[in-house]
């Protein structure tokens, strides 16, 4: 079952672009992580915000988190080439030990 | 550090034939995960572990068994493979629930003809 859902599904976007992604899920959640994957690769964890906490930043990541809505955004700033890949949400609820994972977004950045 | 190992990395089967996928991660991870990722289909569980000699089923268990022996390896098992278990195969770990993110194995390519 997925209760994460990205949008958009893909996004193209010149270099040096801000990237913005979105996440909703269904139930309540314990925290929310974003991963990436480049193509033929493994997932790779970027961040994880927990239910308590509205904003969080990595480098050029910056996640926010909304509970009364029960979403999520993925800003990536000044992107690069090698942003290029696909980004997951996934959800922990406390419910059971599985994270829940979005179908994710293909990011795609143009030289 | 290695992380995350798995092997092999790709594999063909005939229907009806067995193999078994080996993890290793040497993070002393509690955790560990089969899933399975299937074009446009996000990823889905198999089997987890939530520590050396447990087992527990996760969304799509069917057709695969799991053993975890010691905490570094978890085993994932094809006993009789069918066609519909084409699929590319990620081994996962974590240190806990709720504090820490998964690190994610590179994959096992596995086509069953």
């Known amino acids: 079952s997925q209760q994460g859902e990205e949008d958009p599904q893909a996004l193209s976007i010149q270099e040096g672009e801000n990237a913005t992604m979105n996440c909703s899920y269904k139930t309540s959640i314990n925290n929310l992580q974003w991963y990436r994957q480049n193509s033929g690769r493994g997932l790779v964890h970027l961040i994880l915000i927990r239910s308590n906490e509205r904003e969080k930043h990595s480098g050029r990541l910056r996640v926010t988190l909304d509970t009364s809505k029960k979403s999520s955004s993925l800003l990536i700033t000044a992107s690069r080439a090698a942003d290029t890949a696909s980004y997951f949400c996934a959800t922990d609820a406390w419910s059971n030990y599985q994270l829940i994972w979005g179908a994710g977004t293909k990011l795609i950045i143009k030289p | 550090n290695a992380g995350v190992t798995q092997t092999p990395k790709f594999r063909v089967l005939k229907t009806g034939q067995s193999m078994t996928l080996l993890c290793a991660q040497d993070?002393?991870?509690?955790?560990m995960y089969w899933y399975r990722q299937d074009p446009g289909m996000g990823l889905r569980l198999i089997h987890y572990s939530v520590g050396e000699g447990t087992t527990a089923k996760g969304e799509v268990p069917d057709g695969y068994n799991v053993s975890r022996l010691k905490k570094q390896n978890f085993l994932l098992g094809l006993e009789s493979a069918a066609p519909s278990q084409t699929s590319v195969y990620f081994c996962?770990?974590?240190?806990?629930?709720?504090?820490?993110?998964?690190?994610f194995g590179s994959g096992t390519r596995l086509t069953v003809v």
């Open positions: 993070m002393n991870h509690e955790y």
């Open positions: 996962a770990s974590s240190l806990n629930r709720g504090a820490s993110g998964y690190t």
